[in-house]
């Protein structure tokens, strides 16, 4: 498929309310789960974090920018989980800071996503797509 610089912004809506769906389901699980969810939390949000990017996988490189926006910073996590066992790697078309990240994972460390992380990522990823992609 070809490079996409635009989402329509009903599709860019239907993803952000698909991925507030998923962060309830698993509230309402860990409700009934107790101390039991904590061994299924992080592979569920790193799985999360793959999800974020497979949606607009395809969106133009040029057109996200290279500054570290939370685009930039999901790409980062995504290939980092898949193509370096969880651990937070440089990609050195991206200025990535740790310290304006959303998520706070320095390169190097090993990529731990909680509740909070995922829906502050979640939250700025759609918001920065919305503004750069929407149609």
């Given at each position: 498929?070809?490079?996409r610089?635009s989402?329509?912004?009903?599709?860019?809506?239907?993803c952000?309310?698909?991925?507030?769906?998923?962060?309830k389901?698993?509230?309402?699980?860990?409700?009934?789960?107790g101390?039991e969810?904590?061994?299924?939390a992080?592979e569920?949000?790193?799985?999360?974090?793959?999800?974020?990017?497979?949606?607009f996988?395809?969106?133009?490189?040029?057109?996200?920018?290279?500054d570290?926006?939370p685009l930039n910073?999901?790409?980062?996590l995504?290939?980092s989980l898949?193509?370096?066992?969880?651990?937070?790697t440089?990609?050195?078309?991206?200025k990535y800071?740790?310290?304006?990240?959303?998520?706070?994972?320095?390169?190097g460390?090993?990529?731990?996503?909680d509740?909070?992380?995922?829906?502050?990522l979640?939250?700025?990823?759609?918001?920065?797509?919305a503004a750069?992609f929407?149609?």
């Amino acid at each position: 498929m070809l490079g996409r610089a635009s989402y329509s912004i009903d599709f860019i809506m239907a993803c952000r309310k698909r991925a507030e769906r998923q962060l309830k389901l698993y509230d309402a699980l860990a409700k009934k789960a107790g101390k039991e969810i904590d061994a299924f939390a992080p592979e569920f949000f790193n799985t999360m974090v793959l999800a974020l990017d497979h949606y607009f996988m395809h969106r133009l490189r040029g057109k996200e920018g290279k500054d570290g926006n939370p685009l930039n910073e999901v790409r980062m996590l995504a290939a980092s989980l898949l193509e370096h066992d969880g651990v937070m790697t440089r990609d050195s078309t991206i200025k990535y800071d740790t310290g304006k990240s959303i998520t706070g994972i320095g390169l190097g460390q090993k990529i731990v996503i909680d509740r909070k992380r995922v829906e502050a990522l979640a939250d700025g990823f759609f918001d920065e797509i919305a503004a750069k992609f929407a149609e």
